[in-house]
């Protein structure tokens, strides 16, 4: 009976583990693995919404036309829950829910098309019918999000507040709020939208053009109005209150930057969430590459890690040398205060599949593998699993988004997910751990996750014809005989570890066969508290924290902000949810203490001022700059870099479309009395104040603000 208690116990334990609330668990997501989905090509789970009659003749039954709608809707998803959790899906990433546009614009061959995708929102507070009801309610978004919850998967949006529909047809740009019109784009009496051309060419790389002109003819809104600012937060509330975990937002490069500190700390006021977004870039050496760490690291969202997808479309897809991959690994290492919060991916809507440009599933296993095992955190495209792919016209937009056509459970792919995911739940080091290469060559990629005393091994072998043998090889796991965790699943055998030096223990010689992987891995036991994650990295007091790692213990410790403590709300073993408290702005070391007053390693948050509002600052008939020389804002209180005087710490750089006039949009306190000034940063690095008292402002308390100085000579 004892034996049958303490059993019992355990059952109760982990149920209530696993189904302990989702959005308690939202901020982190380093442990997650999340599945994208294009709605519309998924599974049609109602015939009832094919062709609603608001929107009648955008749907092709016969899904020959590749831009029209399929039939894939949000009941399609619900009823493959199933299969997702099997996968070890622990969230999924829907297509824009909202509802879209419902005119045909036809194409240049007079074909019909539809915003099957999503991405031209005309009312962001109703649903979308085709993937909803005719009705635009919200009853099978609430039905999705329910059963998600019950498989122990969380629900991410993607949000595009950059624009709403196409400006110079169909509905004309036309914005609606839950079902009354706002105004459109060509009778904007209100200045709701930007209008300015395309962007194009070399604009591009443009820190004003690519904010503010216009992308694809898609209507850009114009955040800084204080309407389209409250519309959209609103908004992005309406999806929290329906139980939504976390946002990627589209084409975030393209909206105002300084706006979208705003918009993630509205979110985080609110409630819980993970935020990430798509900033394209090619590579770290893109132009903008700077400003995309510094805006990672300051607003609290995440990025789409596009430079490492490169390297991995290049080393796993074209067969570079893996040099590439541990290039970016190293670099976005030392750039990303947050790296393992990027989100990594093979493949997406917007480029080819993977199996498009180089049709072997080998290589597939082998990136798949890496993504799921690597830092950051992966997001796979729906269907990878099953080895989908179009090839018609190099497989790129729309041949990407073919509709899912099987859902077998018994794939290698499917299973190496299930597999990789539950890893990455049962052992720290691949969700926090460091990311460490061992041994490489152009074939051959050995590298090692480390948290604490917990270790990840995972060796790489992308050559088809040809084993390596391994010498030299040393790893932090203890000495033992280690069994591949995938039990061979591709090609992986065992190995053996001999006593060295601490953290450099030498694997005995061994043979890595051709396209192989092989994981290795130790969980440390009973140790002292060890943080790994903290989230969000940025909020005000009163702001709630969540704080994950291992070995917290069951009974309630304490939570230092600093040398302040912090009010815990709930304590688990792995996990702390603690309220900011109020102390000065700035950074601050946290740290937890458990019940047996053991101390853990501390991690970086940074408490604001108060909540942010989104004020556009102006400087007239600024100091004279050359090429390489910026102005920047800095000021007294940590949204404005505290006065700092480097291009990470001031807030900037602005913008000149009117030279030498300068403007910047930045986030800064509600409710306060700001001081600030203007510098010039050179492109040598020196610095130049403007001269006279600072300047003062006292913030709004809500909507957004407007400050027009003239620099002080």
Not at 256 to 270: K, R
Not at 313 to 325: E, I, K, M, P
Not at 376 to 388: F, K, N, R, S
């Amino acid at each position: 009976m004892q034996k049958l208690n303490r059993s019992f116990s355990i059952c109760l334990l982990l149920i209530s583990i696993l189904f302990s609330p989702i959005a308690a668990r939202a901020r982190d997501f380093k442990r997650e693995v999340i599945y994208q989905i294009v709605t519309d090509r998924f599974f049609d789970g109602s015939a009832a919404n094919n062709n609603p009659s608001q929107s009648a003749g955008l749907y092709d039954a016969t899904k020959t036309n590749w831009r029209m709608y399929w039939g894939g809707d949000l009941a399609g998803i619900q009823q493959k829950m199933s299969y997702l959790a099997g996968m070890g899906v622990t969230a999924i990433w829907i297509s824009p829910p909202v509802d879209n546009l419902n005119a045909n614009i036809p194409d240049g061959n007079n074909n019909p098309t539809a915003s099957y995708h999503g991405y031209q929102g005309r009312d962001f507070k109703r649903v979308e019918e085709h993937f909803g009801n005719p009705n635009n309610t919200w009853t099978d978004f609430d039905n999705l999000v329910t059963a998600a919850h019950k498989n122990g998967i969380k629900v991410i949006v993607d949000f595009a507040p950059n624009h709403s529909t196409q400006d110079n047809a169909g509905e004309f740009g036309a914005l609606y709020n839950n079902g009354v019109l706002l105004g459109n784009f060509t009778n904007d009496t209100n200045g709701y939208f930007h209008h300015n051309p395309n962007i194009s060419g070399g604009g591009w790389d443009d820190r004003y053009q690519v904010q503010y002109y216009t992308l694809f003819d898609l209507a850009d809104l114009n955040q800084e109005h204080a309407t389209i600012d409250g519309y959209l937060k609103a908004a992005a509330q309406q999806f929290q209150q329906h139980g939504v975990d976390g946002f990627r937002f589209d084409a975030m490069k393209h909206m105002t930057w300084g706006w979208e500190y705003s918009l993630a700390n509205s979110i985080y006021t609110f409630g819980d969430s993970f935020l990430f977004g798509e900033w394209y870039q090619g590579n770290t050496s893109d132009p903008l590459y700077h400003d995309s760490y510094k805006f990672a690291n300051k607003s609290g969202i995440s990025l789409l890690d596009f430079p490492l997808n490169t390297a991995i479309r290049n080393v796993f897809g074209s067969n570079s040398n893996f040099s590439a991959l541990d290039t970016v690994i190293t670099q976005e290492a030392s750039n990303f205060t947050w790296d393992e919060d990027q989100v990594t991916f093979i493949d997406n809507h917007d480029m080819a599949r993977f199996l498009s440009i180089n049709n072997n599933n080998n290589r597939l296993h082998q990136a798949l593998a890496f993504i799921l095992t690597s830092r950051g955190i992966p997001c796979i495209y729906y269907g990878t699993e099953q080895y989908l792919h179009n090839d018609t016209s190099g497989g790129t937009d729309p041949y990407n988004r073919p509709m899912m056509s099987t859902f077998d459970t018994n794939t290698t792919a499917y299973k190496l997910t299930n597999k990789l995911s539950t890893l990455r739940r049962n052992n720290p080091a691949i969700g926090y751990g460091s990311m460490g290469q061992r041994w490489i060559n152009s074939d051959v990629y050995i590298y090692e996750r480390k948290f604490f005393g917990s270790v990840v091994l995972v060796a790489i072998n992308k050559n088809e014809t040809n084993g390596y043998s391994i010498t030299g090889l040393n790893t932090a796991l203890p000495a033992g005989n280690y069994s591949d965790y995938l039990t061979g699943l591709l090609g992986g055998s065992a190995i053996t570890v001999t006593n060295g030096s601490v953290g450099n223990n030498p694997v005995n010689n061994f043979t890595l066969p051709a396209h192989t992987v092989a994981v290795w891995q130790f969980t440390e036991g009973a140790a002292a508290p060890q943080v790994g994650s903290i989230g969000p990295t940025v909020g005000q007091a009163g702001v709630r924290v969540t704080i994950a790692g291992r070995s917290f213990g069951s009974a309630t410790g304490s939570i230092k902000l600093g040398t302040t403590s912090a009010t815990v709300n709930s304590w688990m073993p792995t996990q702390i949810v603690c309220t900011t408290p109020s102390v000065a702005n700035g950074n601050y070391n946290v740290t937890v203490t458990n019940s047996a007053n053991q101390v853990s390693n501390g991690i970086q948050h940074t408490v604001l001022t108060a909540k942010l509002i989104p004020v556009t600052f102006t400087v007239y008939n600024a100091t004279p700059t050359v090429s390489g020389d910026y102005i920047f804002l800095t000021g007294n209180t940590i949204e404005l870099g505290a006065w700092a005087t480097t291009w990470d710490g001031a807030a900037g750089p602005m913008l000149a479309p009117n030279y030498p006039n300068w403007f910047l949009t930045a986030s800064v306190p509600a409710g306060q009395t700001i001081q600030f000034k203007f510098i010039k940063i050179a492109a040598n690095g020196s610095v130049s104040w403007e001269a006279g008292a600072n300047h003062t402002y006292t913030v709004p308390t809500s909507g957004t603000g407007f400050v027009n100085v003239n620099w002080q000579y």
